[in-house]
């Protein structure tokens, strides 16, 4: 496994999914690490003796300063994931405008490296073939989400030409044990469900190829984009692109239990879509799937990870032995929450 | 042995024009692209030709220059090759007070919009009659129905576009040739009008249509040989409002949409690049 030893480093987002597993790999190989929350009496802080929590916000320049100060390197992952906002420019706020002061700040404290977490949604939907980290995009941003990552993007690489050493990682769909952060965008909610409830979904047709990557190999790729990553440049972290057909095959075939999986077409799932937006209008409590978050689950998502693999020695753990692990946490995490029969074991 | 035939597309780096070479290979069409000088020309080039069984043949050209059209044509010509569509695609937007707007930049778009598209048609013509199917698809918009503030020398030029291609049309009724003049609402070309076209209000947003989408309704609008095409049931059922309200209530429909549209855009900001002077670091 890859080691790496940093003197101080600084990860934003450390309440969320990546970011949480993140800072307690970066601890746990013997970095200080700080971390940046809105609230520090948040369940998601992850928890070390090397880890140091700081209150701040990136939305807000002047309360990242005490947290970046004489950090060598800088794990920029927070961001706002969801559908759809009640106030639509918090996603600019949020994403371009708070990377745009971690940039600044990081320019100001001397930061030697900055790695931004994007998402394979700002490359987009892919045609026959792999897609690959320098691609045109093949349809127009559907989401705010994904224009916002974009334009962020943008940013991270002008500040590599203006002389901070800044690369780019991006995530596709990730899964693995933990955090349960981002409730029913994720696949990982995915992959719960089908432990825990009687009836899954699957999108039809059931042809469309994803890429998955495990949080383990996303986690190891940060460290080895920190380390030897090319200035300015972007790198595909992703996992095996995998057929939503197939991928429900091996959910059965590893945890072993068989569920009735109802296969959606798009229509039903824009329907979906659009009761989220009606409960969100009376709750008004944002959602995270639309009916624009639906038309990104209906198209080829195929990546390659060739560049990250040669440059940078990037490793993907298979599928199926990162789904054992993944079932095999959920399910104990499912024993503890008492919401499963006995009788279902890991095969 | 027969050579092969080609569609060319101007304008097809970014966009409705990337759209409508991605459209067009998908239906196994080999491409002249034709664009600024830049890498995402070759960009989807390759990426087009990794995916789709069709050649494609870049040419980079700046069509708001003297000449350039006629260039475009000998190059065309020199590496003969045989083209029985043509998408005149390229062109120049722009929502802006009048004052406020560059004389450059009228230049450009009148030079763009109008003189280009008439002289690549005209100079591509008699290769496009030497086949027995061919097509000519001109970029309009709807913009020429309306007369909107802020985009008057862009509605003007657009309503050129669509003049000309329905007199054309009618020259070449009896000809081998079809004109047909796509006339799309607003969409979301790039990454700046994206974010654009989010500060309307909520029916033109809800009319806003991505590239792929139009480029797709377009083509089917154009084999089916239409005359005018409208993508979008919402910008069909404006142009239907349009014949049927009287023309004081579309003034003020019209100003509260444009109104409510902001070219001094307050979501730019987000657009601003990276400024400041970083501190080189120490070496290690």
Redesign the interface.
Known sequence: MFKTRFMKVLVTGATGYVGHNLAMALAKIGNIVHVLVRNTNSEFIPKHPLIKVFEGDITKKETILPAIENCETVFHTAALVRARRTKPTDFFDINVEGTRNMLEAAAQAGVKKFVYTSTAGVIGSSLKKDMREDDPRVIGFNTDYELSKFLAEKLVKEYASLGLHTVIAVATKVFGPGLDTHPQISINSVIRRYITSPISFSPLPAYYVSNYVFIDDLVQGHLLLAAKGRKGEKYILGGENISYRDFFKKLRLISGIKRIVLPIPQWIAAIFGAMHFILYKIKGKDPYYDSKAASLIYCNKSFTSDKAKNELGYVITPFTIALKQTIRSFIIESYAKQNIHADYRVQ | MQSKIYTLITGSSEGLG??FA?ECAKRHMNLILVALPGP?LS??A??IK???PVEVVCIPKDLCKDESCTELFTEVTVLNLQVNMLINNAGLGGTVLFEQGSPLLYEKQIRLNVLATTLITRLFLPLLQQHNNSYILNVGSLASFFCLPKKHVYGATKSFVYFFSKSLREELRNSSVQVSVLCPGG???N?AI??MN?TGNYISRLSIM???EVAESALIGMFSGKEVIIPGTLNYSFMLLDKLLPAFIKKILTRITMNKLDSNNR?S???V??M???????P?
């Not at chain 2, 400041?276 to 120490?282: L, Y």
């Open positions: 990337k759209a991605i995402e960009a989807l390759t990426l990794t995916n789709f969409i979301n070309t990454p994206t974010l989010k991505n590239p792929e979501m900001r987000y657009l690049p990276a400041v002077t970083i501190p080189v670091p120490a290690r």
